[in-house]
């Protein structure tokens, strides 16, 4: 299956609401960090995406959408092996956005002596993608927000085209439907994973940690 949907945007930009709407709006399964953290093929294949070794087609056989890392720190090489795809850039504000990754993944993924051994495989991978990729390698907040502002102005440039679609939470359900030609639900946008909640879900180990 070749995806519909390509994500762009970060994680912390609410990508586990997103991931929620798009499969309501019947462009599920969609694929997100949830969908790696206790799967070890995807674990590897996410590794060796980041060692420019992608298998595209067979990380995400069977799924519709892809949103949150580990697919939109290489969302452009996936548009460019799936053409077709649309592009949703879950966008937030760079100071807030800031405020909340360096307080949540970032610490997460630079404390590597807290990692527990189940996950270390998982935390190496996020650690390439992340890191080493999105981040191009830099963890000071001047070059994490560049890294941060030059992805949104790459999916922009594909927005001004009509390619792309910059998307906010805050906007509802419309902007979205409208982008991908489809109804609007008469229920309330998904509201997912706020900080208090990431913590909680990762001193649990659960999956959830990446919206």
Known sequence: MTLEIIGAGFGRTGTYSLKAALERLGFGPCHHMSEV?????????????AEGRPDFARIFKGYRAAVDFPVSAFWKDVLAAMP???????????DQWYASFSQTILPLILDKASWPEARRPWFEMINKVIIGKALGGRTDRDGVLAAYRANVMAARELASEGRALVFHSSDGWKPLCDFLGVEVPDEPYPKTNARAEFFAAAKAGAKEIAD
């Open 84 to 94: 077709g795809g649309r592009v949703i850039l879950s966008d937030r504000d760079p």
């Open 37 to 49: 953290i206790d799967r070890a093929e995807q674990i590897r294949l996410w590794c060796e995406v």
